[in-house]
């Protein structure tokens, strides 16, 4: 069974459509995250929920709306999409304790056209 | 803020060499250290961890000291195989949002390895 599962796994869209990447974890973990991977692989977080409650949110444009209907599960959905929103989008989750891992889904491919 | 930086790839070595990665960080409390790997087409991967100071995380093969002193996590093989080939990544784990109630990883820019037969 796959701990952290994402989909979909390759997305190609137009500018200016919505789209949502859907992510759902078995670990039982309360916190869950998303991360984007730009063109360079630099790797930088976005939102962090926790127990469905957003705790950080990292200056990302509010075209990028995540919803978490209950702590299994974190959705992003991202209106009005630009050709820069092409990248790699990761969700992950983690046990709320100190320095525990962070798990990673194995990512969502979204080119923008 | 958190920072770490890591050395510049790419790396390029032939089958059973040593490797060295270099990771440094900047921290304002006592941050878990960890290394991912993300091989070609995938998603990431915890390689290891260390979470307070001179512990060693090993795995694979690899190893990493987190040394305070020197603020460094250096990431180091004996023998590299051409299924290292990937990228690697140092980061580091502290509280991050309001309060500081969750954990948040901040990363390196990477390291791109290749490894030749």
């Known amino acids: 069974d796959t701990a952290v599962s994402q989909t979909p796994k390759y997305l190609v869209t137009q500018m200016g459509n919505d789209k949502s990447i859907k992510c759902e974890q078995n670990l039982g973990h309360d916190t869950m995250y998303w991360y984007k991977q730009d063109s360079k692989k630099f790797l930088k977080i976005m939102f962090s929920?926790?127990?469905?409650?957003?705790?950080i949110n990292e200056t990302v444009p509010n075209r990028f709306s995540p919803k978490s209907p209950d702590k299994a599960h974190l959705n992003l959905h991202i209106n009005s999409l630009e050709l820069g929103d092409s990248a790699v989008y990761f969700c992950a989750s983690s046990p709320m304790s100190s320095g525990n891992t962070i798990y990673f889904g194995e990512g969502s491919w979204l080119t923008v056209v | 803020g958190d920072s770490v930086t890591q050395m510049e790839g790419p790396v390029t070595l032939s089958e059973e060499a040593f490797l060295t990665i270099n990771c440094t960080y900047t921290a304002t409390g006592y941050p878990s250290l960890f290394w991912y790997v993300q091989y070609p087409g995938e998603g990431l991967q915890l390689l290891l961890k260390?979470?307070?100071?001179?512990d060693k995380g090993s795995n694979k093969g690899f190893e990493a000291t987190y040394r305070k002193e020197t603020t460094s996590f250096h990431l180091e093989k004996g023998s590299v195989q051409v299924s290292d080939s990937a990228v690697y990544f140092c980061a580091l784990s502290d509280r991050g949002g309001s309060g500081g109630s969750n954990y948040k990883l901040t990363f390196g820019k990477g390291t791109l390895l290749t490894v030749n037969p």
């Open positions: 929920y926790n127990n469905k409650e957003l705790i």
């Open positions: 260390a979470t307070k100071a001179d």
